[in-house]
């Protein structure tokens, strides 16, 4: 189960929330089908958006193993796996480098605990940006894409990230409608939001407008969910935030009551819609690890926030919000959330 605390935690209990369903889904695929079938293998790869950045300029922290004060050896250290995944506000939907990072989520999975932590950082969160100073880190994207962002999380939060994978809007909503919508429980308030607002997701597909006649379980098409993710005038960001892991879930429940052959099926169109640079044969062995493992990893699945409401909170700056938090704390937060149990 999901191991959560408060809301403002960003902690929950719940059946496999798997912010980290993109990137599984991008490895399992090709463990899934058998590692030694080539040319099989090579047609699900040219599928991947495949856009390399400039690893030699993200500021990775060299000295992040000996920060860690013998937490894990070194083999265990370098077999976490630690990738950003990047959910984009681009409307452009043939530019997905356009607009700011509207989801940041630090994924790890760490093989010594067999855990999976989905790590949101706040988009209000206050940082210093490389070239430009203190400001909102979501800010960070739209100056500088996937390169600026990871460098601005190495930097502010001492990690050694040098991978991301990148879904836009557009990305998110032909994903659930491909696989048929997904369940989700909301209220009569986000009922009403959804048939208010969903007019600009229906907009991006060029699809006639559904409008939800009930609230409580019901079934959202993709454009229905895209906008119950975006809202943020029921509740607060970090309410927004929750409901972006809740729409996650949902994807990745929906998708592990589907067969095999559908998933498989499924694949190159899902693999289309993300913009990645993760080289998916370096993860042989630790997703065969994962398969093997299944009840284990997806028993220690941990949603969390950081930084933390617990030690950071919103303030004027010059008249801009924004969710300030010590930069000492924070980064250590983020380091024991990845590398200890």
Do not use: C
Not at 50 to 70: C, M, R, Y
Not at 295 to 300: A, E, P
Request: no cysteine.
């Amino acid at each position: 189960m999901l191991k959560h605390t408060e809301a403002n935690r960003g902690r929950k209990k719940g059946k496999k929330k798997v912010g980290i369903i993109i990137l599984i889904l991008i490895l399992a695929i090709i463990i899934i089908a058998g590692v030694g079938v080539g040319s099989f293998i090579a047609g699900k790869l040219r599928n991947l958006n495949i856009q390399e950045i400039d690893t030699s300029d993200l500021s990775v922290n060299s000295e992040l193993f000996s920060e860690l004060e013998g937490a894990l050896s070194k083999s265990e250290f370098e077999n976490v796996i630690t990738i950003a995944l990047f959910g984009t506000d681009s409307r452009d939907t043939d530019n997905m480098a356009a607009g700011r990072s509207d989801t940041i989520i630090i994924a790890s999975i760490n093989p010594k605990y067999k855990t999976i932590k989905l790590i949101s950082i706040p988009r209000d969160t206050y940082v210093n940006v490389p070239g430009y100073g203190k400001t909102k880190i979501n800010h960070a994207y739209a100056y500088g894409g996937e390169q600026l962002t990871i460098k601005t999380i190495n930097e502010n939060f001492g990690l050694n990230i040098t991978e991301y994978a990148t879904i836009d809007f557009s990305g998110l909503i032909h994903i659930i409608n491909d696989i048929g919508g997904i369940q989700m429980n909301i209220t009569k308030s986000e009922m009403e939001y959804i048939n208010t607002h969903s007019y600009e997701a229906y907009k991006i597909t060029g699809r006639e407008i559904q409008k939800l006649t009930s609230y409580g379980n019901v079934s959202l098409t993709g454009e229905q969910a895209l906008t119950h993710s975006r809202n943020r005038s029921v509740g607060n960001d970090f309410t927004r935030a929750g409901r972006q892991r809740e729409v996650l879930e949902a994807i990745i429940n929906k998708m592990a009551s589907m067969g095999y052959s559908q998933i498989m099926d499924m694949s190159d169109t899902i693999l289309k819609e993300v913009k990645t640079n993760i080289n998916v044969w370096d993860y042989v062995g630790q997703l065969t690890d994962i398969l093997m493992n299944t009840n284990s990893y997806f028993g220690n699945i941990t949603s969390i926030q950081v930084p933390s409401t617990d030690y950071g909170k919103g303030e004027y700056i010059s008249g801009v919000y924004y969710f300030v938090a010590d930069a000492e704390q924070m980064k250590q937060d983020m380091i024991d959330n990845i590398y200890k149990k």
